[in-house]
């Protein structure tokens, strides 16, 4: 059974940085796509980053200020992120699939349960 299992959330004041971790178990986890949803109060999950044999990919919000990377050894995902903008408060799930292409959410088979961050103005 594939599991996920975020961590790193908090609460930070704007301009600072948090390291969000993701550790999977249950599959080859090197053979897969990872990424990085987010999901606002009232909004909908939409898109942060993702990585896969292709490389990584980000939504423009956050382009240039986050950073994904993987280490396959360790089974985890990483997403650090920098300059944190008080819209960037939302809670981060984790998601493993298939498709190297896609960043739609049907993409994605597995996810993680999330975890919060907040970022204070």
Same mark, same amino acid.
């Given at each position: ?19 969000l ?29 993702r990585? #896969?044999? @292709?490389?990584? =990919?980000? *939504? ?12 396959? /050894? ?8 920098? #300059?944190? @903008?008080?819209? =960037?408060? *939302? ?12 960043? /739609? ?17």
């Amino acid at each position: 059974q594939v599991q996920l299992v975020e961590s790193g959330g908090g609460l930070v004041q704007a301009g600072g940085s948090l390291r969000l971790s993701c550790a999977a178990s249950g599959r080859t986890f090197s053979m897969y796509t990872m990424a990085w949803f987010r999901q606002a109060p009232g909004k909908e999950r939409e898109f942060v980053s993702r990585i #896969s044999w @292709r490389g990584d =990919d980000y *939504a423009d919000s956050v382009k240039g200020r986050f950073t994904i990377s993987r280490d396959n /050894a360790r089974n985890t995902a990483y997403l650090q992120m920098n #300059s944190l @903008r008080p819209e =960037d408060t *939302a809670v981060y799930y984790c998601a493993t699939g298939q498709n190297p292409w896609s960043i /739609a959410t049907t993409s994605f088979d597995y996810w993680g349960q999330g975890t919060q961050v907040t970022v204070s103005s």
